[in-house]
């Protein structure tokens, strides 16, 4: 049972801002940095924002990411089809001494 | 080019044990703290257990404590895990993954993963 939360589902058409919402707590990303990662079920997944905000080499700068308090939210402006995929945000959580993922969210284009 | 590739996963019975690898090339293991995080059929991602760069402090999820064991052979730069005890909740497909150096607690490379399956 994951302690972040993320709605289950998300979508949009192509070309559309689609946001995805990241609810923590005051031991996990309210006091250390959110991450998202897309994952395609059966692939590696794939780090798109660390530190809250930060885009690693070669993430198109569509993905944005943010936190304010315990929540985060990941932005993905332009929508592709290549977008398609799973989504999580992630951190370290200090009660737990743990590293939690979000419950994950479903992207899908229509 | 920074590599992880996962071995060890096959179909084991409910009580039995298994050991993972997870063999890194074109960086330092002992320099980076690593981590596996498994998805279950159906189920989104589970961090699992971390090891951290240097002194090897190991962190497990509430749900493999007792039952699994991170370590490391540094001079065969692989990570192992293993795993005693197994349940049929603990199948899944199991991802070895580095964690990037800095502040920020994010994995930048994974590997395809090895599954486990328990089941008689």
């Known amino acids: 049972q994951s302690v972040l939360t993320q709605p289950p589902s998300a979508s949009g058409t192509p070309g559309q801002r689609v946001t995805i919402s990241c609810s923590g707590s005051?031991?996990?990303?309210?006091?250390?940095?959110a991450n998202w990662y897309q994952h395609l079920p059966g692939t590696a997944p794939k780090l798109l924002i660390y530190?809250?905000?930060q885009r690693p080499s070669g993430v198109p700068d569509r993905f944005s990411g943010s936190k304010s308090g315990t929540s985060a939210s990941l932005a993905i402006s332009g929508l592709q089809s290549e977008d398609e995929a799973d989504y999580y945000c992630?951190?370290?959580?200090?009660?737990?001494?743990?590293?939690?993922f979000g419950t994950g969210t479903k992207v899908t284009v229509l | 080019e920074v590599h992880l590739l996962e071995s060890g996963g096959r179909l084991v019975q409910p009580g039995g044990s298994l050991r993972l690898s997870c063999s890194a090339s074109?960086?330092?293991?002992?320099?980076?703290?690593m981590s596996w995080v498994r998805q279950a059929p159906g189920k989104g991602l589970e961090w699992v257990s971390a090891l951290s760069a240097g002194s090897g402090t190991t962190f497990y999820a509430h749900s493999v404590k007792g039952r699994f064991t991170l370590s490391r052979d540094i001079s065969k730069n692989t990570l192992f895990l293993q795993m005693n005890g197994l349940r049929a909740e603990d199948t899944a497909l199991y991802y070895c993954?580095?964690?990037?150096?800095?502040?920020?607690?994010?994995?930048?490379?994974w590997g395809q993963g090895t599954l486990v399956t328990v089941s008689s």
């Open positions: 530190g809250n905000d």
């Open positions: 005051s031991s996990n990303v309210g006091t250390n940095t």
């Open positions: 992630a951190a370290w959580d200090d009660s737990l001494n743990g590293y939690v």
């Open positions: 993954a580095r964690r990037q150096l800095g502040r920020s607690y994010s994995f930048d490379f």
């Open positions: 074109d960086f330092t293991l002992s320099s980076y703290a």
